[in-house]
């Protein structure tokens, strides 16, 4: 049995906020935390929650005004032509390979850490 889903075009606001964080904090999202509340202890919470309530204004004007899926690639196109875009996008294309492995470590160790998972396996080499 399949769901016909009528084809959408454009971005929510919540979409749009979803496009912009990702775009401004990448794998950082996963890595900064802890960094950040070594560093500024309790506080650090309140700059996320302003990192949040500061972007979802900004996401909301571009979603209205720009409404497509294309993110940062369709900022650029219509900031600076459609070479720019290109640029970007590919650049995106390729960060993710990198970025990715990144973020399932530092997730990976956030839920080893919450949940006792130990520490990291070690190879020895046989007879030792």
Known sequence: MSVDVPARSGLTVAQGAAVSIGAVLGTGVVSLPALAARI???AALLAWVALIA???PLAGSFAARYPDGGGVATYAR???GRRAATAVGWCFYFA???????AAMFGGAYVAAAFGGGTAPRWSPPGS
Do not use: N, Q, T
């Open 78 to 80: 219509i900031a600076f």
């Open 96 to 102: 993710i390979p990198a970025g990715a492995p990144a």
């Open 40 to 42: 500024a202890g309790p």
């Open 54 to 56: 500061l972007s979802v």
